[in-house]
């Protein structure tokens, strides 16, 4: 009976683009821009030449993935993939992996993360102070309600994944806008920062320090491939998830360099540093006071609650692509 069953078809292309973005943009790239210009010790320009090498490398795994995806649209993503490439064996462990550690360990950081932000804003309102029992129990309640949403009404996860991403991306391209515009005007105070090729703390390279900055923007673009796991369900999946793939690595990447540029051209370096990952909420403020700071602050949840129920829906369909391996079948009879 096994054999015959068959996942629905449900989510369509804006779903499964909507699921490559909303996986990447979490809330790693609010907190990205210091740990970068850390890392290439102030210089601007080895910064964004490493945002763009790595954007370019990301789209390039993706049409590679896409290949896999065209003539392998059927369930089990990533685990097809590997079957089809290195045999039987290798996807079943590759599955255990996925089942046991990868897929649970994300989705229970994920969920607690976002324990982390909404404890820290209802602290703000409620003068308390935020442990991590608080942490935990508000990331196991968001769980239970997105695990019970994925379950019982599946699209309304898709749906919600499609509104979180919108969500998400709206204040990283009003942050990139906001650069281009002190570009247009000429009110930027950082564009010398270009000229300072190899002016670093240490007197490195400039390559030294354009790869000093892969480390950090590598953590922040990832996360695309997840989009694999519910690739039985996409309608025309052979055409949509190759599309969704290449259209959502493609995007992460312009938005990730305006988002860059837009910080960047409207902060000083050495600000940016100091307040670490405090910069985006004083940028916020700076341009919208408190109310812009609340406000970066409940985009930053959105983002979060929409990566975690992403991974969510992943998470829940490992175990039925596991037990269609051929392995594993054998190994249950």
Not at 91 to 115: K, Q
Not at 181 to 200: M, P, R
Not at 281 to 290: D, Q, V
Request: glycine share 8%; charged share 10%.
């Amino acid at each position: 009976m096994r054999d015959n069953q068959k996942l629905e078809a449900k989510y369509g292309l804006f779903t499964a683009i909507s699921m490559v973005i909303g996986q990447v943009i979490g809330s790693g790239i609010f907190f990205k821009v210091d740990d970068v210009l850390s890392a290439t010790q102030g210089n601007v320009l080895a910064g964004l030449l490493g945002f763009i090498i790595v954007g370019i490398s990301v789209v390039f795994a993706g049409i590679s993935m896409a290949n896999y995806a065209e003539i392998l649209p059927k369930e089990g993503g990533i685990l097809s993939y590997v079957t089809y490439r290195f045999g039987h064996t290798a996807a079943y462990y590759v599955g255990w992996m996925y089942m046991s550690l990868f897929y649970p360990a994300l989705t229970a950081v994920l969920f607690t993360v976002s324990g982390i932000y909404i404890a820290h804003l209802l602290a703000d309102f409620l003068a308390f102070t935020p442990t991590p029992l608080h942490f935990a129990l508000i990331g196991l309640v968001n769980l239970v309600i997105f695990f019970c949403i994925n379950i019982f009404r599946p699209r309304s996860s898709g749906i919600f994944q499609q509104m979180t991403t919108v969500l998400k991306v709206l204040p990283l391209i009003f942050i990139a806008s906001l650069g281009i515009l002190s570009l247009v005007k000429g009110d930027v105070g950082q564009v010398n920062t270009f000229t300072q090729v190899g002016n670093g703390v240490q007197n490195q390279s400039f390559l030294l320090l354009v790869a000093a900055g892969f480390i950090p923007i590598s953590f922040a673009f990832d996360g695309w491939y997840i989009a694999t796991q519910i690739s039985g369900e996409i309608k025309n999946s052979s055409k949509n998830l190759p599309k969704a793939l290449i259209i959502g690595t493609l995007s992460v990447m312009v938005i990730y360099i305006s988002y860059y540029l837009g910080i960047v051209f409207r902060m000083s370096v050495e600000e940016i540093i100091q307040l670490k990952d405090t910069y985006i909420t004083e940028f916020a403020r700076k341009i919208a006071s408190n109310t812009g700071a609340l406000l970066m602050q409940l985009f930053i949840i959105i983002s979060v609650l929409g990566t975690a129920n992403g991974l969510l829906l992943a998470t829940i369909r490992v175990p039925y692509q596991f037990s269609n391996l051929e392995k594993s079948k054998n190994s249950c009879i």
